[in-house]
């Protein structure tokens, strides 16, 4: 990694420095103070940034002894959108764009604030109010940002989905939202192929009470007169007020409607991009997303920063492997992120296709949805030795990450850099014992503050606290199976509700997935442990590009790892399933094997290759283990 001159982490410090009189021997000391102290933490955080309160807060942090009812910054009003167009600049643009079918294309802050006035006078002529819900059934373009603003602007609540998401998938989660108004793409192109929906738009709109629809298609040119900058209404909400509302990916059941509050979105993600990812005023910022991931709404608050949002939309690969690395390459981006299943695909094809690409102005790598393994860093870093590689880890739930980047420590290939600030991480045993060394249960200790405000319906918290604090009393248990090391970095297993236990002792799944990764012969691996009070089968799922004996997987898992890393069937499987995030469908599986029925078991309208799951329907019919 290259040596950096300054860093947002070091402007921070002297400005703790200055303006508190404090200072700290190194960065974990400043986290402890950070999670200590979070009322003179979070108020420094809204300092630093100029955070501009329509309203001031009276108190940074009411406590409560159930921290679901914790609140923040009580009193303040303010306006995401507001803090959007006030990074306003006639030197760089506010976005740009490319598509599989259109060319690299440059939007200016005034462009993208005349279709913001545009959309937003259409909402205004439907009757949208502040607190009305307001869903998108989009892609990733200009236009759908645009709309976006529009509907903040107006103190309304955003909910989006990607077009790929099935009839059943958005039915699950905009019925429950009931929204005034449906922006769609009626029609979009992927992998080179046209998509017709409108006739699904169509039958949403009844479905959600003959809301307003609102074709987005109509609203993709950029070519509006110039309005006046006081033209847009920026309606200031309360701190706790919703902005989005995000959804659990929904493959073991009906997907939770995860409510996000306006204040904590502006401060958390202004923190998380700038400090950690290091994200300067002027910096071209891309996270490769639909608008089913919250990496999308993470992603578009690179624009709070003074950042320009690159946007791509269409397939990773097509119409050619390197189209990603082509676009950055052209667009000049100086933060480049993608899933970690993405960058392990390019490095097993050697980064094919880069000759010619220049990647002077990359400054990060940033990686999220699935751990990274040690030797796709190790590629990474040999592919670009200038650019910080950082891997996130967080969730939907929050809106962010818990453990991230840091632009002045060393990246050590397989871990996580550090414990971001304001987030009270802590590994614990099943006792509720703080442990180090030792994989464990990864839990919040204290409140944090872009946990939901609320699900969407749950007026008692009964479900928030059955999906956050069942394991521990008042302490939120993310669910992920993690090791904190003597450095404060972390290595993320996998998810705890998918580790294997095998003799009493708790493995990752990431482990088995990282040496799998690394065989030629293997395209991709399902590691499945069926366990109950009869059954204890450690199931792999392979999908080979060519033969591989199965003893040589076995000898390899026995000698890189443990006796009990060894499986005790190997089965060849045509196709693994992916969510529509990215990430192996290990739980629904599972419960398919042990005799749940494919309905009850997963929702095939959350999955991006439904199809895949029919194999191990028959699979699990033909073959009992319970």
């Not at 592919?383 to 739930?397: C, E, Q, V």
């Amino acid at each position: 990694m290259s040596k950096i001159v300054t860093s947002q982490y070091r402007l921070y410090i002297e400005f703790l420095n200055k303006e508190y009189q404090i200072s700290f021997s190194n960065y974990h000391d400043l986290h402890h103070w950070s999670v200590s102290d979070q009322d003179t933490f979070w108020a420094s955080i809204a300092r630093f940034f100029s955070v501009d309160f329509d309203k001031p807060f009276s108190k940074v942090m009411n406590r409560s002894d159930k921290p679901w009812k914790t609140t923040w910054f009580d009193g303040a009003e303010l306006s995401y959108a507001k803090h959007v167009f006030s990074q306003y600049s006639n030197q760089r643009p506010a976005i740009i764009y490319q598509s599989e079918t259109s060319p690299l294309t440059e939007i200016s802050w005034q462009e993208l604030y005349n279709k913001t006035v545009q959309i937003q006078q259409q909402l205004l002529a439907m009757g949208v109010e502040k607190g009305d819900c307001v869903a998108a059934y989009c892609v990733n373009a200009p236009e759908t940002i645009a709309a976006f603003l529009a509907v903040n602007g107006l103190g309304a609540v955003w909910s989006s989905c990607s077009p790929d998401f099935g009839i059943n998938a958005v039915n699950d989660r905009f019925s429950q939202l009931q929204p005034k108004v449906l922006f769609a793409h009626s029609c979009y192109i992927y992998r080179g192929k046209g998509y017709d929906i409108s006739a699904k738009v169509d039958a949403f709109q009844k479905a959600f009470g003959n809301c307003h629809c609102i074709d987005l298609c109509s609203y993709q040119t950029f070519d509006e007169p110039d309005q006046s900058l006081h033209q847009l209404h920026q309606i200031p909400v309360s701190f706790s007020d919703p902005i989005w509302v995000l959804f659990s990916s929904g493959t073991t059941g009906k997907p939770k409607a995860i409510v996000h509050g306006t204040g904590a979105m502006i401060l958390e993600h202004q923190k998380a991009l700038a400090i950690h990812q290091n994200v300067f005023e002027g910096d071209r910022y891309f996270w490769y997303s639909t608008t089913g991931w919250m990496m999308w709404n993470y992603a578009l608050s690179s624009l709070l920063c003074g950042a320009t949002l690159c946007l791509y939309n269409g397939a990773p690969t097509t119409p050619k492997p390197s189209v990603l690395w082509d676009f950055a390459s052209k667009a000049k981006i100086n933060h480049f992120g993608h899933g970690a299943v993405y960058f392990q695909q390019q490095a097993d094809e050697g980064f094919s296709g880069f000759e010619g690409f220049d990647f002077d102005h990359l400054k990060t790598i940033g990686s999220t949805g699935s751990p990274l393994s040690a030797d796709t860093c190790k590629s990474l870093q040999h592919r670009f030795p200038n650019t910080h590689i950082i891997s996130l880890s967080g969730g939907t739930d929050v809106c962010t990450a818990f453990v991230g980047g840091h632009p002045e420590m060393e990246v050590v290939p397989g871990e996580i850099q550090c414990k971001m600030l304001g987030a009270a991480v802590e590994i614990w045993n099943t006792d509720g014992t703080k442990i180090q060394h030792q994989p464990g249960e990864l839990v919040l200790s204290k409140p944090f503050i872009s946990m939901p405000i609320h699900l969407w319906g749950d007026k008692d918290y009964q479900l928030l606290q059955a999906s956050y604090y069942i394991m521990y009393l008042n302490v939120w248990n993310h669910g992920d199976w993690a090791t904190e090391n003597e450095r404060g970095s972390l290595i993320i297993h996998g998810r705890s509700d998918a580790t294997l236990n095998r003799q009493g002792v708790r493995i990752g799944t990431a482990e088995i997935y990282n040496l799998l990764s690394n065989q030629d012969e293997i395209e991709d691996s399902l590691v499945i442990h069926l366990t109950s009070q009869h059954i204890d089968t450690l199931l792999l799922f392979v999908v080979l590009q060519l033969n591989m004996d199965d003893q040589e997987i076995r000898s390899q898992l026995r000698n890189k790892y443990s006796p009990r890393h060894v499986p005790d069937h190997i089965i060849r499987a045509p196709e693994i399933p992916y969510t529509l995030s990215g990430k192996k469908v290990e739980i629904p599986i599972k419960k398919l094997l042990m005799g749940v029925s494919a309905t009850d078991a997963l929702s095939t309208d959350s999955l991006r290759n439904p199809n895949a799951i029919k194999w191990f329907v028959d699979y699990a019919k033909n073959n009992s283990f319970t």
